[in-house]
């Protein structure tokens, strides 16, 4: 394992930090700008010798870059598949782009709050990730980005239609914002329709903790726009921040209430049944830890739970995902090694035996 890839593993992910406003249910903001430049054919019609002139120019540009020059550097298809899914679970690339064929690259800031997918969907995706909800602060660094790229790339550009993008949906603005949510309460309620019907209301898209086609493990959602032609990049984040999130984090803050209020032992049972589990099993599927851990991560939000730290649940979201776990343990597992080891890693964090 290259040093940066180690790097990257010891550091706590950007998206599980536990920092910002409302971040006990905001668990992430995120904002990607997909780019192409001119006279280079888009990536479905690129050959292979395309494909790594494209891939040579964006990451020259980038190192020449001054606002980028101490980004990591590293090529996807010389990686081994578990590198690959590492920096898939820290959210560093796209599934897409580790599963992807020919040249492939990515550059991001060592604390991982950006990243630049070079030869995924696109020629570039830059996507910027922030703790909480700070999509203010997200589209200043992102715009910063962009700009700084712009200046020495010739995007494709198209005077009525906008950026011009791989895919018909992109183009436009080529924003895709998306805000994840921890959304336990309103599972334990039965009331994620109203999460649905909100995003519905919106013409925006529920997706699941890695993204398009995945399910909601540990109860997070993530919501995006689907639609960029014809709308400024300032008008969809202001309709994240003025009406559908807050509207959502009301939702989950008003079940929250309800269960503490009427529901208070069917809510400790949940919480206490998700940390005895942690603390004693020997075998633990992800599947079963995400859920466990995102009672517990609940339990300690509302204020049940006040003997282990936030920042350890935070941090056993991603230390539990396969990739993560086999690196941590210093090789390759299977899976009945892999919930062996991930029960034990549990069991150590919560301070059991």
């Not at 019609?45 to 870059?65: H, K, M, N, S």
């Not at 712009?150 to 011009?164: I, N, P, R, S, V």
């Not at 959602?221 to 807050?246: A, C, K, M």
Request: charged fraction near 25%; aromatic fraction near 4%; hydrophobic fraction near 40%.
């Amino acid at each position: 394992m290259s040093a940066s890839l180690e790097d990257v593993i010891r550091n706590r992910c950007e998206w599980l930090r536990g920092e910002g406003p409302l971040s006990e249910i905001v668990i992430s903001t995120r904002i990607r700008l997909a780019r192409n430049i001119r006279g280079f054919p888009f990536l479905p019609r690129a050959d292979a010798d395309l494909r790594a002139q494209v891939a040579d120019t964006v990451e020259t540009t980038i190192r020449r870059t001054d606002l980028l020059a101490d980004y990591l550097h590293l090529s996807i298809d010389e990686l081994d598949d578990l590198d690959r899914r590492v920096l898939v679970e820290r959210q560093l690339i796209s599934r897409q782009h580790a599963e992807g064929s020919g040249t492939r690259r990515v550059a991001f800031d060592p604390g991982g709050s950006c990243s630049l997918m070079i030869n995924e969907e696109d020629h570039v995706r830059v996507q910027v990730m922030r703790s909480g909800m700070q999509l203010d602060a997200a589209w200043e660094q992102i715009n910063a980005v962009d700009d700084a790229l712009d200046a020495k790339l010739d995007f494709a550009y198209h005077a009525q239609f906008g950026y011009l993008t791989a895919c018909p949906t992109n183009v436009g603005t080529g924003i895709r914002v998306s805000v994840m949510l921890h959304l336990p309460a309103l599972r334990i309620t039965n009331e994620l329709d109203k999460v649905g019907q909100a995003a519905k209301d919106m013409k925006l898209a529920i997706r699941g903790l890695w993204g398009e086609g995945t399910e909601a493990l540990g109860d997070f959602f993530q919501i995006s726009n689907q639609i960029t032609l014809g709308r400024s990049e300032e008008e969809l984040i202001d309709d994240f921040h003025r009406t559908v999130i807050p509207q959502i984090v009301e939702y989950e803050q008003q079940a929250r209430q309800a269960l503490t209020a009427k529901r208070l032992h069917a809510l400790d049972d949940k919480v206490y049944r998700a940390m005895g589990g942690l603390q004693s099993a020997r075998l633990m599927s992800s599947t079963e830890a995400m859920q466990c851990l995102s009672h517990l991560r609940m339990g300690l939000n509302i204020g049940r739970i006040k003997t282990i730290d936030l920042n350890t649940v935070n941090d056993l979201f991603i230390q539990t995902q396969p990739g993560h776990l086999q690196k941590l343990h210093g090789g390759r597992l299977n899976g009945e090694q892999r919930s062996i080891a991930r029960a034990a890693l549990i069991r150590s964090k919560l301070h059991q035996n």
